[in-house]
C-alpha cells in the first residue's frame, strides 16, 4: 500500500524558512518523479515544484523559483522541500504526490497523480 506522509509545517513570519519532508513507502522502486502541491483556503490546488530522479531534472512555479528548492534522498525513501524567503502568499496546505511513474509529473494537474499525502500546513505571517 502506497503511503506519503508530510512533516515539517508550521507558523513562521514572512522571510522566514521552513524544510519540509515527505516518507514515501509501499513501492520498491525509488526513481519515480514526485511532486510538491499546495492549496489555500478558497483556492485551487496549484503545482509548486516536481522532481525527475531518473534524468535529474527538477521544475518549480515560477512564483517559488529562487526560493524554493525540491530534493529527494532515494536510499532514504525521502522528499523534501526547501523553503527560503516565505511570503503570506505562501500560506497552505502542502502535499507530496507522485503518479509512480518516471515522468508525467507535471504540475499543471493535479488530477495526473494518484497517491497523494495527508498534508502539513505552513502559515506565514506578516
Known amino acids: 500500500q502506497v503511503q506519503l506522509v508530510e512533516s515539517g509545517g508550521g507558523s513562521v513570519q514572512a522571510g522566514g524558512s521552513l524544510r519540509l519532508s515527505c516518507a514515501a513507502s509501499?513501492?520498491?522502486?525509488?526513481?519515480?518523479?514526485m511532486a510538491w502541491f499546495r492549496q489555500a483556503p478558497g483556492k485551487e490546488r496549484e503545482g509548486v515544484a516536481n522532481?525527475?530522479?531518473?534524468?535529474?531534472?527538477?521544475h518549480y512555479a515560477d512564483s517559488v523559483k529562487g526560493r524554493f528548492t525540491i530534493s529527494q534522498d532515494n536510499a532514504k525513501r525521502m522528499l523534501y522541500l526547501q523553503m527560503n524567503s516565505l511570503k503570506p502568499e505562501d500560506t497552505g496546505m502542502y502535499y507530496c504526490?507522485?503518479?509512480?511513474?518516471?515522468?508525467?509529473?507535471?504540475?499543471?494537474?493535479?488530477?495526473?497523480?494518484?497517491?497523494w499525502g495527508q498534508g502539513t500546513q505552513v502559515t506565514v505571517s506578516s
Open positions: 504526490a507522485t503518479n509512480l511513474r518516471l515522468y508525467g509529473c507535471g504540475l499543471g494537474d493535479p488530477k495526473e497523480f494518484h497517491y
Open positions: 509501499g513501492y520498491t522502486y525509488s526513481n519515480f518523479c
Open positions: 522532481i525527475y530522479p531518473v534524468i535529474g531534472s527538477t
